[in-house]
T-cell receptor, first 114, second 114 residues
Framework: GEEVAQTPKHLVRGEGQKAKLYCAPI?????VFWYQQVLKNEFKFLIS????????ETGMPKERFSAKCLPNSPCSLEIQATKLEDSAVYFC????????????FGEGSRLTVL | GENVEQHPSTLSVQEGDSAVIKCTYS??????FPWYKQELGKGPQLIID?????GEKKDQRIAVTLNKTAKHFSLHITETQPEDSAVYFC?????????????FGSGTQLTVLP
């Protein structure tokens, strides 16, 4: 598609439950990024993919967070055993290979952990 | 790693006036500096960007300046309109192939008063 599509828009989980978010990048874009936006403003980089391969995962809290981008499937970000501090808006962005580097963001998935 | 500081956190201007938002970065290797606009409930959208081989770039009412020596860059919006009201984020990155991990500033809430 022509837009980065993120689902669900809102997700509510009890502390300790699992949360899974999905992202369909723009068709033809080889790179996918996940960012976490907390407190309405601050963006934290989590992970990036080049096609189905992890490109950079330096921002991922590895003990509970995992992500995948499999061929012919939406990318996913999964949080096992959610904590209150995981409450945030999670943004996915994509960019085509070999361009100026503009990131195209989805509208985000708001995760609320109660 | 890179650290980006952004000021002010909030800015109110009268319609028709100019608005200036300033950012500093810490890593002298950073060479790409985009500005994103985020409207309520939406993902960030690129409005202008500048590379380290350029000192200034303009696009209609929006301009960005870069001072590599001082490691700071600024966004200038002239003849502001109510629809310019949004949160603006600066960012910095080191180009790594086509996958640019952006480090964002903390955002500026711009309000244009009619």
């Amino acid at each position: 598609g022509e837009e980065v599509a993120q689902t669900p828009k809102h997700l509510v989980r009890g502390e300790g439950q699992k949360a899974k978010l999905y992202c369909a990048p723009i068709k033809g874009h080889s790179y996918v990024f996940w960012y976490q936006q907390v407190l309405k403003n601050e963006f934290k980089f989590l992970i990036s993919f080049q096609n189905e391969n992890v490109f950079d995962e330096t921002g991922m809290p590895k003990e509970r967070f995992s992500a995948k981008c499999l061929p012919n499937s939406p990318c996913s970000l999964e949080i096992q055993a959610t904590k209150l501090e995981d409450s945030a808006v999670y943004f996915c962005a994509s960019t085509p290979q070999g361009t100026t580097g503009e990131l195209f963001f989805g509208e985000g998935s708001r995760l609320t952990v109660l | 790693g890179e650290n980006v500081e952004q000021h002010p956190s909030t800015l109110s201007v009268q319609e028709g006036d100019s608005a200036v938002i300033k950012c500093t970065y810490s890593d002298s290797a950073s060479n790409y500096f985009p500005w994103y606009k985020q409207e309520l409930g939406k993902g960030p959208q690129l409005i202008i960007d500048i590379r380290s081989n350029v000192g200034e770039k303009k696009d209609q009412r929006i301009a960005v300046t870069l001072n590599k020596t001082a490691k700071h860059f600024s966004l200038h919006i002239t003849e502001t309109q109510p629809e310019d009201s949004a949160v603006y984020f600066c960012a910095a990155s080191i180009a790594s192939g086509s996958a640019r991990q952006l480090t964002f500033g903390s955002g500026t809430q711009l309000t244009v008063l009619p």
